[in-house]
């Protein structure tokens, strides 16, 4: 099946700092999307993606689904403590028949020292 | 507009007690989705509904799993009997594009 390679599994930065963060996979998808998960929460979505070669920020967020659709990056910038979390990255590639099925990353863990 | 809602938000049992865990989706998402996320992992996916019928349960564990969403609103997954190994946060998701996905907060099985 589709795998996800996310890297770094860890982060630890200062305040004010810039992170990049990124997702491999071994196939193709037509979707990413970038989630972050705070403790005892579930993950909330930060960034879709739905074409290659596209960039999108949220705020201080950007990602960008990669050409070649096997991969994509999330970079925050000016980081601040409140970024503290794990980020997951998920692709899907949606099929007529089978619908919707995301596949997730195994996370980057932020921490950030004010 | 309210989010996913799940509950219990915990939940500790004894193996081989059953449990159950019930989720409400965001108001008009026709797809719901079960999700069972290990310690240190990313979620994985158990089952997805589109309205009350159960679309992928490929990756759910039918000899002691079993899930239902009866008017294609809420729903409700069981686990019967639960054993050791189940213990992990098990998350509902809704959509309405199939794609961009909903997260709840969880709930925190604990089995000993």
């Known amino acids: 099946g589709q795998q996800l390679n996310q890297s770094p599994q860890s982060m630890f930065i200062q305040e004010g700092e810039d992170v990049s963060m990124n997702c491999t996979s071994s196939s193709i998808f037509n979707t990413w999307l970038w989630y972050k998960q705070e403790p005892g929460e579930g993950p909330v979505l930060l960034i879709a993606l739905y074409k290659a070669g596209e960039l999108t920020s949220n705020g201080r967020l950007t990602a960008q689904f990669g050409i070649t659709r096997k991969d994509s990056f999330l970079n925050i910038s000016a980081s601040i403590p409140s970024d503290v979390g794990i980020y997951f990255c998920a692709g899907s590639l949606l099929k007529k028949t089978s619908g919707s099925r995301l596949t997730f990353g195994e996370g980057t863990q932020l921490t950030v020292n004010p | 507009e309210a989010g996913v809602v799940q509950s219990p938000r915990y939940k500790i049992i004894e193996k081989k007690q059953p449990v159950a865990f019930w989720c409400n989706p965001i108001s008009g998402h026709n797809t719901l989705y079960w999700y069972r996320q290990n310690l240190g992992q990313g979620p994985e996916l158990l089952i997805r509904?589109?309205?009350?019928?159960?679309?992928?349960d490929s990756q759910l564990p039918k000899d002691r799993f079993s899930a239902e969403r009866l008017k294609g609103v809420d729903s409700t997954l069981k686990i019967q009997p639960a054993e050791l190994g189940d213990s992990a946060v098990y998350l509902c998701a809704s959509s309405l594009s199939q794609v961009t996905q909903y997260f709840g907060p969880g709930t925190r099985l604990l089995v000993l």
């Open positions: 509904y589109e309205n009350e019928e159960a679309v992928d």
